[in-house]
């Protein structure tokens, strides 16, 4: 099991930049895909990103896609996500997963990520 801890998240402006983080910790991080996934209020968790154990392929949820960046630093055992021209409906609680098996390229389905963060609020303003 691994343990999941983000941060970087608050109260932003429409258009603004913020920058999570996603220290893990209880195995080895550098053999598991990471993913990004968001909750807000009465809707379903929505997938947002997910990046390969190496780093070299990333995904993107189609509400993200060229504003998102999702990065791993495996030495440091931290996943990245990088938002920027952030709009209203980008506010939710954002959760870093970690996939449920090693050396699989991840998918955007949340049944396929066995470890979660607490999550971290992500409120942006009009």
């Known amino acids: 099991q691994v343990q999941l801890v983000e941060s970087g998240g608050g109260l932003v402006q429409a258009g603004g930049s913020l920058r999570l983080s996603c220290v893990a910790s209880?195995?080895?991080?550098?053999?598991?895909?990471m993913g990004w996934f968001r909750q807000a209020p009465d809707k379903e968790r929505e997938f947002v990103a997910a990046i390969s154990w190496s780093g070299g392929s990333s995904y993107y949820g189609d509400s993200v896609k060229g504003r998102f960046t999702i990065s791993r630093d495996n030495a440091k055992n931290t996943v990245f996500l990088e938002m920027s021209s952030l709009k209203p409906e980008d506010t939710a609680v954002y959760y870093c997963?970690?996939?449920?098996?090693?050396?699989?390229?991840?998918?955007?389905?949340?049944?396929?990520?066995?470890?979660w963060g607490q999550g971290t609020q992500v409120t942006v303003s009009s």
């Open positions: 997963a970690a996939h449920l098996n090693a050396y699989v390229a991840p998918s955007g389905l949340p049944a396929d990520f066995g470890s």
């Open positions: 209880g195995r080895t991080f550098g053999y598991y895909a």
